[in-house]
């Protein structure tokens, strides 16, 4: 009996013919060919990944915490603009970790939603860290417990963005309309407001250009990702080898994918941004970025498959329990196949699952866990 689909209604058996056009969701063990089939998939890492014309734009030290304001070219597009963040007074090589921003429905700012520069951050993105981060700019605090953190901005946000007017001249119609229909009420100015809202409905026409250029948004930022790795573990003060990434919601996206990309990554912090694709059906789709949808994956693995295809590197994935993105069955499957995968191999160890009440979040109870597991299992004594 064909399963009905609310969101699908009289297509709900779209979804049984896909299943008898080929494999849905198999599971796909870790190793080399999913490793294979996930870069094919994403595309857009066939070329150099190193940072180019590499610039210090700024320095400072408050807080405990020695920053600079760095920026390079990725190839194309405007430079990419990063905060690097250290131990003030640090002198020996540390462990290197790639911090990475969330997506939040909010473009204008990158890598300024969770890490502090020079100057106190405006009262949109303290509201914004309120809600999300337990109020702090956890990048910062990260640094304090002995890392080297670099926190790039990444294709489509702040310094890496498209420019208003270029936005505005494909969707300005739905970003008014939008925008009347739902003015800011939560103080937001509204230059960031309207920025944010074409960037919502400019995804879209960014995934198609992806598409029709051989790759896929998850692709493109994943490769811009790793170059910020290899800017990282570049600098004399990083120890050499290997680093950590860890992010929550579209950071836990990019965690995920620069995990099954980068044998650099010795330890992966993936938050609320873990869910069988099965779980999404009927609930969530519409809610998430093109980035947790690779064009053709599906048809090798499922989402859990591509986080862990370079099991058993170490794998943290922390779940928000009343998380809206997910259902809680979809969590729970992919916490169970990913248990699954790393106990196939013999590594049960290798992969944490946690569990805490409340929204989509990466709150300080969480941060303090997250940490505390990359001391322990990051590879830091490599």
Known sequence: MTQQYTQLGIFSDWVDEARRQGPLFPEAAPGPETQRLVREALGFGNGPETPQDVRVEARWERAGV?????????????????YMLKPAGAEAPLPGVIALHD??????????????????????????????????????????????????????????GFPLEVMLDQVGDDTAAALAMFPPTDGTPFEIAQYNTAALFHEHIASKYCNVLGTTMAGVVAHEDRIAVSYLLSRPDVLPGRASCIGLSGGGNRAALLNATDERIAAAVIVGLMCTYPG?????????????????????GDWPDLAACRAPSPLLVQYDLDDDLFTPEGMTAAHDRLTRIFADIGAPEAYTGQFYAGPHRFDLAMQVEAFAWLKRLSGDND
């Open 66 to 82: 020695a920053g600079e304001e760095v920026s390079w070219s990725v190839g194309y597009g405007p430079r990419t603009q990063a």
């Open 280 to 300: 999404l059906l009927d609930h969530n789709i519409s809610t998430h970025t093109w980035m947790l949808f690779p064009f053709g994956w599906a048809r090798h």
């Open 103 to 160: 997506h939040g429905a909010f473009k204008f700012y990158g890598k300024e939603k969770i890490a502090d520069g020079p100057a106190d951050p405006p009262p949109v993105l303290t509201a914004y860290r309120d809600t999300y981060y337990g109020g702090r700019a956890w990048a910062n605090a990260l640094a304090r417990e002995g890392y080297v953190v670099v926190v790039p901005d990444t294709f489509l946000w702040s310094s890496r």
